[in-house]
Structures are given as structure tokens and as C-alpha cells.
């Protein structure tokens, strides 16, 4: 799996709908194993992520990231030179196609009656035939 399907907001959304759903309690065990493996896997992705911004970010005179307003939202983005912009995509790109060894659980784990979208099923990739 790539960290950055990973650590993405659809993975996250889909993984969560699965783990409140009613499973066998084989799958539940799995699951409960499996969530802390990925929850320090998105985290060391957050912290890399972090790094690429103090890295490359513009920083004002006292060291402090520059984070510029985006127009008609309450969103900020970092402050950036073309040069770092370029860098920073770059790095962060590698960050994201980085390969990670996530257990694979049997979809036959689950239970004969449990459905999965196959939205769910292409990012819960772990989840085997």
C-alpha cells in the first residue's frame, strides 16, 4: 500500500465506516491488531510531512512559518519561493509513493453478510479476496 493512500481522507472515511460496522469476531481481533499499525503509520507521515514545510516554507524574523490566507475561506496555506514549491512537491511526492507492509485480512474474515462498496474495497486494499 502507498503511504499516501494511506494517510489520505478517503482511506481514513472508508476505514472508519469498516470499523464500526458488525464483523465476526476474527475480523474485529484483526482490526483491533491492525488500527494501531496504521494509526503510527499516518502519524510518521503527519511528522514527514511537517518537516517538508520547516524544510521548505518561507519563515518570518523569528524563525515562525509563514502561512498565507486563502481568499474567500478561513484556510491558510504556507508561504513558498517557486524554487521551494518545486522541491517541496517533489519530496513530498516520494513521501507519498513510499510502498508500506499492511496485513492482509480475508474478506471471508468478515462474514458471509458483510458489504463493502467497491470504492471501500479499492482503498481498504489489505482486504484480499
Known sequence: MKLG???SN?????????????MSIKASFKMKELTPLLETKIQIFEDAKK???????DK??????????????EE????????N???LNKEYQELCELDID???ISASDF???????PLALDLLEFITE
Open 51 to 57: 518537516e517538508l514545510m520547516k524544510k521548505f516554507g
Open 76 to 83: 491558510k496555506r504556507l508561504s513558498l519561493t517557486p524554487e
Open 10 to 22: 478517503e482511506f481514513k472515511q472508508q476505514y472508519g465506516t469498516l470499523i464500526s460496522k458488525e
Open 111 to 117: 462474514g458471509e453478510d458483510f458489504k463493502l462498496s
Open 102 to 104: 499492511v496485513p492482509s
Open 60 to 73: 518570518d524574523e523569528s524563525g515562525e512559518l509563514i502561512m498565507i490566507p486563502i481568499e474567500e475561506t
Open 5 to 7: 493512500k494511506l494517510a
Open 85 to 87: 514549491e518545486q522541491a
